[in-house]
């Protein structure tokens, strides 16, 4: 199967019902996308297909063939941090860690759509993505201030 991740041609040859989270961290070293529920209820393994925000642990990779996955690791490096992580860092959006890959993943597709900064929209938007630590308002301030950076 051909896929293209973080925009790199890759192939897996494993079996087609493994499921796509599990491809991303044990096949390609992508660890950066953390499971959490394994039932698609916390949004923990969000990733990118398509542009669009999807739960990874629900997915089997033989379903995004052709497809284009982004992962957390296509955000930013340390030394060149994406504008959403950078706001993270600075509002303290991230807490334990294990939901901020699929929290920046879900806001980044925000970001790039353009979305209101205003708190009430974020929150809808996020919704999907559960934080076990109840930060929620760092959060929300992180990806405001990356979306009023952004219209800048």
Request: with cysteine.
């Amino acid at each position: 199967m051909q896929v293209k991740i973080n925009n790199k041609n890759r192939s897996f040859n494993g079996t087609p019902f493994k499921r796509l989270i599990d491809v991303l961290r044990e096949d390609f070293g992508l660890t950066g996308t953390k499971e959490g529920c394994s039932e698609g209820e916390c949004g923990a393994c969000t990733v990118l297909l398509d542009g669009k925000p999807v739960n990874s642990c629900l997915i089997s990779i033989c379903q995004v063939e052709g497809a284009a996955i982004e992962t957390v690791e296509s955000l930013g490096l340390p030394e060149k941090l994406h504008p959403l992580q950078e706001s993270f860092l600075r509002e303290g959006g991230a807490q334990c860690g294990i939901c901020t890959p699929g929290m920046l993943m879900t806001a980044a597709a925000y970001l790039k759509a353009g979305g209101d900064p205003s708190p009430d929209a974020i929150r809808e938007e996020l919704a999907g993505n559960l934080c076990r630590c109840t930060g929620y308002q760092h959060i929300i301030n992180s990806v405001a201030k990356a979306l009023s950076e952004n219209k800048k």
